[in-house]
């Protein structure tokens, strides 16, 4: 957990002058291969790498939460819903006598959910505070119905109308990964941003001691709250990329499983696990492997045979399952800082050096 | 009148097996700071034991090795895992209890594949119980008295038997405990034993048709997963606050089941937790940590 601390000094210091070049260099072709890649990869692959980024997004908004500031929460995927669910009401068709919507721009949509998610982070905050564990399990229960209750029925499944963002028309892969890009770019910029700065050192400082954080003036209290709203908002965005996605609203088949249940919110947090708790590209790189394993198996054994028979046949989910459980385990093991940890150890030879 | 009271027994009945639940559970966190996340898969393998070995050594054998498989399952995940990573922060602990949470879900649903899922409850499954003008099932009589017989005789280990004794030191202080002479793996060891136990007896009930309607599935996994909010209303240091807390959620999802709808229920669940936790933070029972600056 402490080596998120280490990446804020080493800017400052800059380290060696042929490592900073490295670096600069290393990230000038990282984004060339990114804004290259959907010149050549098929549409299939696109849709992994856009559901790898929605991914990334959720976890970075938990690896701030989970590993700058250390709570614990179960509830991301309810933020997910949440922004979803702000989205598909904000933009939604208006006239239809079936659908709620406002009939906004699609980015307007987007902003207004983002902004709800945030909202109701920090409404939900003050018990997350109060028991740091568990901040919410509230996400447990079968959320599509209290919707129902309040009016805003989510229970028909409904096409998503008008997904155009700056009259880009969604759907198209290779259009929409360039969008999927810089929505990540963006979230990842503004997490970098706040981690170096003084909100990072304030949540790192209530994670490490709370009763030392009060003595140096950090309010513990307002601290925990805005980090979850900023978490939440996070776990928003990556619940409008979801629903851009898969293309339409639909309820969870139940409270555990679906797209917006806990056993999503384990997997964000597993994410952030395998990259290395606290850790921005570890949560990227987790988010490939956790959101990005499940959707790219099925493509790489599309060819062999597989025999379905009786269910117990080792399908992709349950080799995805397989490895990130495992990963989870091994990792906290042997490898507390995750992913980001291994590379920093594979590259360290070179950063030493003058 | 009539359906209330029937109602009323179905909750409790449904509370005592969440009671057992969350007792465990408590029993796991008090012994460890460890929030056992993998709780609910401890009761769904000790359940695929016993409905693997039933057709073959009859119910009761295999109702006994299932049990015995939760509680040795429990004390390997302990022995072999946790204590090897006694450095590491309660929270790392807790998501790596997610990892073998989710490792021992995926081996057990995909065993049990896409046949019809067993049920558990032989000799007390589909047999109502008629008790003057009202009928209940009988699996939630027989799970209350179950419960009341193993909650009385816990309480009882926990007040006056060595084990009890040297489990409250070690939740109590752990350095002291230690210099008392009080073997903490052997204490840690034994309330994850006890706690996966409690889990398997659990698991004999949660799958019946009385219970859920649904046999041992995934489902019943989500189902055991009820026992965190109980946990959290008792307060999640007190094994009476869990007890407790299995009973107020029992009893609020038959009510709400039948006086409201019927998923509403799992909601209302986690409505109780909320306005516990707002005005209690640490659950009903819970002990409370203050620190002066």
């Keep these: ?354 | 009148m009539q359906t209330f009271l029937q109602v009323l027994i179905n909750g409790t009945g449904k509370g005592a097996i969440f009671a057992l639940l969350a007792l465990g559970f408590v029993i796991i966190f008090k012994a460890t700071e460890v929030v056992n996340f993998a709780h609910g898969s401890l009761a769904l393998a000790g359940g695929y034991v016993v409905a693997v070995l039933k057709p073959m050594v009859g119910w009761w054998s295999a109702a006994v090795a299932g049990i015995a498989a939760a509680a040795l399952l429990a004390l390997v995940i302990e022995r072999i895992l946790l204590a090897r990573a006694r450095n590491a922060s309660d929270k790392s602990l807790a998501i790596l209890t997610i990892g073998i949470d989710v490792l021992l879900l995926t081996e057990v649903v995909r065993r049990l594949g896409t046949e019809a899922s067993p049920f558990l409850g032989d000799p007390y499954d589909v047999k109502p119980l008629t008790l003057g003008a009202v009928t209940v099932g009988r699996s939630e009589v027989v799970a209350l008295a179950v419960s009341v017989v193993l909650i009385t005789a816990f309480f009882a280990a926990f007040r006056f038997s060595p084990w009890g004794v040297a489990m409250r030191a070690q939740s109590e202080n752990r350095e002291a405990a230690a210099l008392m002479g009080i073997r903490s793996s052997r204490v840690t060891a034994s309330a994850w034993a006890v706690g996966g136990a409690l889990a398997g007896i659990a698991v004999l009930f949660l799958a019946t048709q009385d219970f859920s309607g649904g046999g041992l599935s995934q489902g019943t996994h989500g189902i055991a997963l009820a026992a965190f909010p109980a946990a959290i209303i008792g307060g999640l240091t007190s094994p009476a606050g869990a007890v407790l807390g299995g009973f107020v959620v029992g009893l609020t999802e038959a009510m709400t089941a039948q006086y409201v709808d019927l998923d509403f229920a799992k909601v209302a669940v986690y409505l109780v937790m909320l306005l516990v936790l707002v005005v209690r933070p640490s659950g009903l029972f819970g002990r409370v940590v203050q620190a002066r600056v």
Excluded at chain 1, 14 to 35: C, M, N, S
Excluded at chain 1, 168 to 175: F, H, M, S
């Design chain 1, 1 to 354: 957990m402490s080596d998120s601390n280490r990446t804020a000094g080493d800017v400052v210091r800059g380290g060696g002058r042929w490592w900073g070049i490295g670096r600069v260099a290393g990230a000038a072709l990282l984004i060339v291969v990114l804004l290259a890649l959907p010149l050549y990869l098929p549409g299939e692959w696109l849709k992994v790498g856009t559901w790898m980024m929605t991914g990334a997004v959720g976890a970075l908004g938990l690896t701030l939460l989970t590993g700058q500031a250390g709570q614990l929460s179960l509830a991301h995927a309810f933020f997910l819903l949440v922004g979803a669910v702000s989205y598909a009401v904000l933009s939604g068709p208006v006239g239809d006598p079936t659908y709620i919507g406002f009939g906004l721009p699609p980015i307007v949509g987007l902003l207004g959910a983002v902004l709800i998610s945030g909202l109701a982070g920090a409404a939900v905050a003050p018990v997350g505070r109060a028991l740091p564990v568990l901040a919410g399990s509230t996400s447990s229960g079968r959320l599509p119905q209290p919707f129902s209750i309040f009016g805003l029925s989510v229970d028909v499944s409904r096409q998503l109308s008008s997904l155009s963002v700056f009259g880009v028309p969604l759907g198209r892969d290779e259009r929409s990964w360039y969008l999927y890009l810089l929505l990540t770019a963006i979230a990842y910029l503004l997490a970098q941003g706040a981690v170096r700065g003084r909100p990072g050192r304030a949540w790192r400082a209530v994670r490490d001691n709370e009763t030392a954080a009060t003595v140096l003036g950090v309010s513990v209290v307002r601290v925990k709250a805005g980090v979850f709203a900023i978490s939440s908002a996070y776990a928003g965005l990556a619940g409008v990329m979801t629903a851009w996605w898969i293309g339409i609203m639909k309820p969870d088949e139940s409270e555990v499983a679906g797209t917006y249940g806990v056993t999503v919110s384990i997997a964000f947090l597993a994410m952030i696990v395998v990259g290395g708790l606290g850790s921005l590209p570890g949560a990227v790189l987790g988010a490939a492997v956790v959101f990005g394993l499940p959707v790219a198996l099925p493509l790489l054994t599309q060819n062999a045979s597989s025999d379905v028979g009786s269910g117990t046949a080792f399908s992709p989910i349950v080799i995805t399952n397989f490895t990130f459980g495992a990963m989870i385990v091994l990792i906290i093991l042997f490898e507390p800082s995750g992913l980001a940890g291994l590379c920093r150890r594979l590259l360290g030879p070179a950063r030493a050096r003058p």
